[in-house]
């Protein structure tokens, strides 16, 4: 067993692209935040950065 918490494990991820990017409107519309979508090497989920 592997109980190694990953980097990302507080980030909230997506099982797809569509699902990230979707939320990444949202944020957008509804703070203004531009985030970016990436697919993690991690956990293989996508996440959303703002940087
Ligand atoms: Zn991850």
Do not use: D, R
């Not at 109980?3 to 797809?16: D, H, M």
């Not at 692209?17 to 090497?41: D, I, M, N, P, R």
Request: aromatic share 10%.
């Amino acid at each position: 067993m592997n109980e190694e918490t990953l980097p990302c494990s507080e980030k909230l991820a997506f099982s797809t692209s569509k699902e990230a990017k979707a939320a990444a409107t949202v944020a957008y519309y509804q703070h203004g935040t531009k985030l970016k979508v990436y697919l993690c090497k991690h956990c293989g989920l996508w996440h959303l950065s703002s940087e």
